[in-house]
């Protein structure tokens, strides 16, 4: 009988119970380290972490974990110096385990002891998720600053607000862009509630059924970063809810930056004409010299498609998997890491675009007409004791015979005041003036010039508690 062909050597974190290795169609599909290279720095760190551990645990000797360590550290270096990953890397665990038997030898085979890469891709994913979100954050805020800074100087700006895309009522320029702000500033509690899901220690949950060796996973989980550790083992190393978590409150951001660049992209049409975009953040037409294109918004504006696709496919790879690890789960990084990505190219050039606006304040105000008033009149008969229904009736007949007649409410007699409401005397086209009525509205949360001071304050001191 002819002798067993020996395996090939490799650094494959499995293997030993079968005669042979897997069939290349199997390598190539289970090869997922295109897409996990990225965890190296996070895996290292948890790695370091690992071997303090169990060093703790009375697993390796203290010369053993300060080798590791060291040799990890050695690692980090090569990786991040250009070494590149080879066929038998399967994944970014086996990428490190190589090199780190490069570094120390055999000892290097000590450090598996007592985990599995179902929670060490579990723990490096957090790991990854928590550093993106706090960069996400900061681009946020970053973007709530020239929000901020930009409605500061259009305190005095007015312009239209519009509901159903029709001019409704005036505001001015620097409640507009508090809108804004004040949508990004829930993304912001979302991203970091996303944040906290993320911050739950999964390592030392072994393959499914915990570790046997005696690790301190709390010690373990603040020396990582982690607020706490997971409370089961089962759901530690199937638990992908936090990765859903990140992918819906970045899929926020992209909903709010997308009404956003809606708004500007319509401000700076022609028939708008309220805003330009800087030279810096617009690009040309390869056949029409005179076009000046917002890309960034554009792009932004059409960015949620990406993310919701992005959330929606985590969703369905998750949906119906059974408990514990499966291999599903090596698909629910991609849509991850390119939200993650896309964000982060999204929200500087945005920021950009944003900072180098020019506002026509004269486009603006001209847009505002007299019949944008129409609920200003009818206010001031309710504060006459007329009732709201009736003062609504009698300036729609206003409206009417000023549309009929192809003129602004302004224009017309004095005469069709008295006869929409004999309470309208010579002083009811004051009603009509644009600043009255922004002054009218001084309540909390209103356009009145007091009011949007408050409001302008708080968005500060929220950049500075947050």
């Known amino acids: 009988m002819p002798a067993r062909k020996p395996k090939k050597q490799t650094h494959a974190l499995w293997g030993g119970r079968f005669s042979s290795g897997p069939h290349p169609a199997l390598e190539a599909v289970n090869r997922s380290i295109d897409v996990d290279f990225r965890l190296w720095p996070f895996d290292i760190a948890l790695s370091k972490a690992w071997a303090r551990a169990l060093v703790g645990a009375r697993v390796l000797k203290r010369a053993e974990g300060a080798t590791m360590r060291r040799g990890l550290d ?4 090569r990786i991040a110096g250009g070494a590149k990953p080879i066929r038998s890397d399967e994944d970014v665990h086996t990428l490190i385990d190589r090199l780190l038997h490069d570094e120390i030898g055999e000892v290097a085979s000590r450090l598996h002891t007592g985990r599995s890469r179902n929670d ?20 946020v805020r970053d973007l709530q600053k020239v929000y901020v800074a930009r409605a500061s100087g259009l305190t005095d700006a007015i312009m239209p607000a519009y509901t159903h895309m029709q001019r409704a009522q005036p505001v001015t320029g620097a409640h507009w862009m508090l809108a804004h702000f004040w949508a990004l500033e829930r993304d912001r509690v979302r991203l970091a509630a996303a944040r906290r ?8 949950s072994g393959a499914v059924a915990g570790s046997a060796f005696r690790v301190n996973r709390p010690r373990l989980a603040r020396e990582l970063g982690f607020h706490s550790i997971s409370a089961n083992s089962i759901d530690a190393v199937g638990d992908r809810d936090f990765m859903l978590d990140a992918l819906f409150a970045i899929s926020g951001v992209a909903l709010h930056l997308s009404r ?11 028939e708008f004409g309220f805003v330009r975009f800087g030279d810096a953040f617009s690009t040309g037409s390869s056949m029409m010299p005179q076009k000046r294109n917002p890309d960034a918004l554009e792009l932004a504006r059409s960015s949620p498609a990406r993310m919701g696709g992005n959330l929606f496919a985590l969703l369905a790879t998750i949906k119906g998997t059974p408990s514990g690890y499966n291999k599903d789960f090596q698909d629910d990084k991609r849509p991850l890491f390119d939200a993650i990505d896309a964000m982060l190219l999204l929200l ?18 001209d847009a505002v007409s007299g019949s944008m008033m129409a609920t200003d009149l009818a206010d001031s008969l309710v504060r006459s004791r007329v009732t709201f229904r009736d003062a609504h009736s009698a300036v729609g007949s206003l409206v009417r015979e000023a549309e009929n ?8 007699p004095d005469s069709s005041f008295r006869a929409a409401h004999p309470l309208f005397g010579k002083r009811a086209r004051r009603e009509l003036e644009p600043e009255r009525s922004l002054a009218n509205r001084e309540i909390p949360g209103g356009t009145g010039a007091r009011a949007v001071a408050v409001q302008l304050a708080n968005a500060k001191r929220s950049l500075r508690v947050r």
């Open 74 to 77: 050695r690692v980090g270096r």
């Open 120 to 139: 060490q891709v579990a723990t490096a994913s957090r790991l990854l998720t928590m550093d993106a979100l706090d960069r996400v954050l900061a681009g």
């Open 260 to 270: 956003l660049a809606e708004d500007l992209i319509l401000y700076g049409s022609s």
């Open 348 to 365: 500087p050039a945005v920021a950009g675009t944003v900072r180098t606006l020019k506002f026509n304040r004269k486009r603006m105000r």
């Open 405 to 412: 007649a192809g003129v602004d409410i302004g224009s017309l």
């Open 197 to 204: 899901s993320a911050g739950v220690m999964p390592l030392g």
